[in-house]
Nanobody, 120 residues
Framework: QVQLVESGGGLVQPGGSLRLSCAAS????????MSWVRQAPGKGLEKVAS????????YYADSVKGRFTISRDNAKNKLYLQMNSLKSEDTAVYYC?????????????WGLGTQVTVSS
């Protein structure tokens, strides 16, 4: 059974940093594309960042490029999102998402999410 458990969210001031983690189990993590997606209040899901199974290639939404870094530790079955220079518009629930098969665009599992609130 696939399990994805996010952690590391919280309240941070604008300009601050947070590091999100996702612990994965129940599938071959090292062979799976992974993403972080977020949902801000009253808005739809937004793909924030994605990473190839070996970590060799990454994708970032324009809104976070240069501020966020996605990474993974396949030995520990963990996915990370380092978020720097946070802005109020980054406030959202952040989800770790497992891609479907070899698809770069579809997901088939995600966690319960972790709340990130950027406010002074």
């Amino acid at each position: 059974q696939v399990q994805l458990v996010e952690s590391g969210g919280g309240l941070v001031q604008p300009g601050g940093s947070l590091r999100l983690s996702c612990a994965a189990s129940g599938f071959t993590f090292s062979s799976t594309y992974m993403s972080w997606v977020r949902q801000a209040p009253g808005k739809g899901l937004e793909k924030v960042a994605s990473i190839y199974s070996a970590g060799t290639n990454t994708y970032y939404a324009d809104s976070v490029k240069g501020r966020f870094t996605i990474s993974r530790d396949n030995a520990k079955n963990k996915l990370y999102l380092q978020m720097n220079s946070l802005k109020s518009e980054d406030t959202a629930v952040y989800y770790c998402a497992k891609h479907r098969g070899s698809s770069w665009y579809e997901y088939d599992s995600w966690g319960l999410g972790t709340q990130v609130t950027v406010s002074s």
